[in-house]
């Protein structure tokens, strides 16, 4: 792992800690490209069939958002072993 | 939790006993209105410190499930709470073909938070940080970046605090019956009490409460909604089931020859507003002899005082200068637009799938994505937890409580337009439905209608509705208990006062922390640090609330404005610090000043004020036809590129 510099001392009240640079992990980037699939997708179902009223209340208004939550809980959960330290 | 949640029950079941028992509404309104702050302000008071640690991040130990609780109330701000209905009920889900619709707002403002926990949370809180300007400073190693950092939190934050306060005046006027200058005061004296008080540890716990009410206040109130008008609880069923009656009803409408006439008048009323402003000086001089005559008149004829005022209002004779003159007649053609071009059911008929409206929306998504993701006042949130995974799961349980609010608040919209549908249009105009009556004479007018074919009976395109703060209109619209306009109410001012806490805090650490102490007294000890933050935070409070109660302002707009600017300032330095080790503070500078840059330009070089004073059209300003709202578009990918280009240039150099 890769430390980026720490500022002096009368810069930053917790010098004690280090911020850590590193590559985004694998589950957070399937989860952004889950949500970039997920809402262009939506919307552009929604768009494409601008008349489909039914369709655009239940699932862009209501089900797109649960599966949102459900794609954070996934893409948050810890895959590396520090991160539960 | 549990405690505020049944103390809400209880309080909420005596005002209905109340309520049966004949107490007047106002009574039951104002108790919700003094209740509410002063169980806000005791809490500020039980929770009072001057501990750094405790003040600034509230101890680094609040748990995720209040953290999540705290995030989502300081994230429900009064543009989402009370403003999100009226919007999807106004400009449909998929807007008018040219602008976004209402569904853009709800995608971006949930999966944000998806951003939030996969790519800022746990970082954040690994670094043990204190303000996000702090943090980008110790990054790049950098006073310069933690200067210009907080600048921009403040920018960010101030834009965003002023319409909450615009929000909590709304709320707490139309409640109480106070003036709205009075109604202002009134409640930030219990957001100060709460964060001047007890900083982040306090903030933290009135907000998990503000949760509680939110969420209860919303939830309750689309359930007896949802009983009313299909018999069960179920609010997303019972508003599926009302849509397919709306959407014949709206085409009824859409082809009634009364609807098309008052159209038609509206249109011509645009087309001698757009003469008007093209020779101002002269329409001025045409209207003011006009008036001149019609006073005349009137008096001859002994006309009420009422008719004659009616006359001088006009702006032609009211307004001295010309500028503001034209600026009223630009208003003026702008409510006509929207009377007009706003869909009578959810969408627009014969509209096309791929147009200017789609792109609008792509763009406002990622800008409400990014701006969620990259908020100050949301961000530092993830410092309050134990550990970064407790701030990654905090988010979750944030995103979990929003995304409850907001399919409430989707249904609702849908249930409230099959009462505007059935029971307004078409309604004799000296025969209105009562509500029709009450929200239109109310000192806080929800809804206007004027009668322009003068035909004697309300169009769709006759009815004016005011979507900022329409849902505090849903207990009389609907015909349920006037317990739950103080439960709403209670809800809408919750929601106002805790996004104004989060944001209060921010402002006024990072100008004691990020600009003062970082400049002037680096070494100077914990506790005058912690004062003078609490100094700051009220006086950054006092003059928020004077700036909102001089300046009438559009919530949404400045909501959503602020999103683009937090998003272009904060995001790409964010992204590219936390994951590429090349970015450097030449870089950050760089990707903070040109994001920022590019969306202030983009917003205000659009704004109408701008575009009078310096003799612009829309025309040459807007770019591929995006909204000014939108700015974020711009100054997002022109942060990344610069940071990128920056920190590559200097690294060779070097």
Known sequence: ?85 | MRVSFASLVVLTLLLFLADFAGVPKAYVNGFFLVASIIGYAVIGLFCRTTAPEEYFVAGRRVSAPLNGMATAADWISAASFIGLTGLLLSDGFVGDGEHPGGLAYLLGWTGGFCLLGFLFAGKLNRSQSITIPEFLGRRFDSAAVRWFAAWGAILCSSIYLVAQIYGIGLVASMLSGLTFELGVFLALGGVLLCSFLGGMRAVTWTQGVQCVVIVVSMLALCVAVSFKTQGHPFFTVAAAQSLPQIQARAKQIEVDPAEQSTREVISLRMSNLDAKIADPVYAREIERQAVVRQVARAKADNAPLREIQKFESNPAWREPSVDRLVGAWQSERVMLAEAIYRPVGFQVPYLEGWNQGWLNSLALVFCLMLGTAALPHILVRSYTTATPVDAERSVVWALGIIVLVYLCASSLAVLLKSFVLTELVGAHMDQLPEWADRLKLRKLALLSIQDYNQDGIVQFADIRLFNDYLVLGVPEITHISAVFTGLLAAGALAAALSTADGLLLTISNALAQDLYFQTTAPDAPPLRRVMLSKILLMVVALLAAWFATNRPVSILFWVTCAFSLAASTFFPVMLLGLYWRGMNRVGALLAMGSGLSMSLYYIAVNHPWVQMRLQLHSVDTVWWGMDPVCAGVFGVPTGLLLGFLGSKLTSFKN
């Open chain 1, 1 to 85: 792992m890769h430390q980026a510099p720490i500022a002096p001392a009368s810069e930053a009240p917790n010098p004690s800690t280090t911020i850590d640079v590193t590559a985004l992990p694998a589950r957070s980037l399937w989860g952004v490209a889950g949500l970039v699939v997920l809402t262009v997708g939506s919307m552009g179902l929604a768009w494409r069939f601008p008349d489909a009223t039914l369709l655009h209340f239940l699932w862009v208004a209501q089900a797109v958002p649960v599966l949102y939550f459900f794609l954070a809980w996934w893409g948050t959960r810890p895959s590396r072993p520090h991160d539960v330290s």
